[in-house]
Structure formats: C-alpha cells, structure tokens
C-alpha cells in the first residue's frame, strides 16, 4: 500500500504564510512527480505547483511568485512554502504523486486525503 499524508494546513489573515508537507510512504520504488493541487467549492481541481525528482518546477500562474516547491528525494516528501496568501487561495489542497511501486511495471497517480487551508481578509 501507498499513502500519502499531509500536514500543515489551517486559517490565516490575508497576507500571511502558510507550510503544508506531505509525505509518501508504502512500497515505493520510485518517483516521477509530487507536487499539490487545490480544489475550492464549486471549481474544478488545478494543479497548483509540482516538482520532477530533478529540479523542475512548474507553478500556477496565480501562485507565481509566492509559493514555492520543495522536495526531500531521500524523504518521499514535498513542501509547499505559501506566503502572501490571498483569500482566493481558500481550497483544500492535494498532495500528488507520480510514482512507481516495487513490483509494478509503470507509474501511476496517487493523491493525499486533503488538508483544508482557510484564508482570511
């Protein structure tokens, strides 16, 4: 079994900062692709920033410049640092991955429960 788990998120004033983390664990071999998506009431699911296992970011446009990716290869883990959050930033968010178990002939996705992240104005 895979699971990925996350933490960090909660309610902030406009303006402020906000860490969310997710770690993955099971029997990974390896992995393409983690990264977060956001989904807020009535709106379809985006993608908000990903990272490559190498150094490859790719972020929202309406998240440029504020938030940033990170990951821990050797940790199975993603961060998203959010700073100068907006009320529109209201949305649970989604830790992804794109990994590969052991035994299992290809990747494939796999997504956190969902931390709700609140932001107030």
């Known amino acids: 079994q895979v699971q990925l788990v996350e933490s960090g998120g909660g309610l902030v004033q406009a303006g402020g900062s906000l860490r969310l983390s997710c770690a993955a664990s099971g029997s990974i071999f390896s992995i393409k692709t983690m990264g977060w998506y956001r989904q807020a009431p009535g709106k379809q699911r985006e993608l908000v920033a990903a990272m490559t296992s190498g150094t490859s970011t790719n972020y929202a446009d309406s998240v440029k410049g504020r938030f940033t990716v990170s990951r821990d290869n050797a940790k199975n883990t993603v961060h998203l640092q959010m700073n100068s959050l907006k009320p529109e930033d209201t949305a649970v968010y989604y830790c992804?991955?794109?990994?590969?178990?052991?035994?299992?002939?290809?990747?494939?996705?796999?997504w956190g429960q969902g931390t709700q992240v609140n932001v107030s104005s």
């Open positions: 992804n991955a794109d990994l590969m178990k052991y035994g299992q002939p290809r990747y494939q996705t796999y």
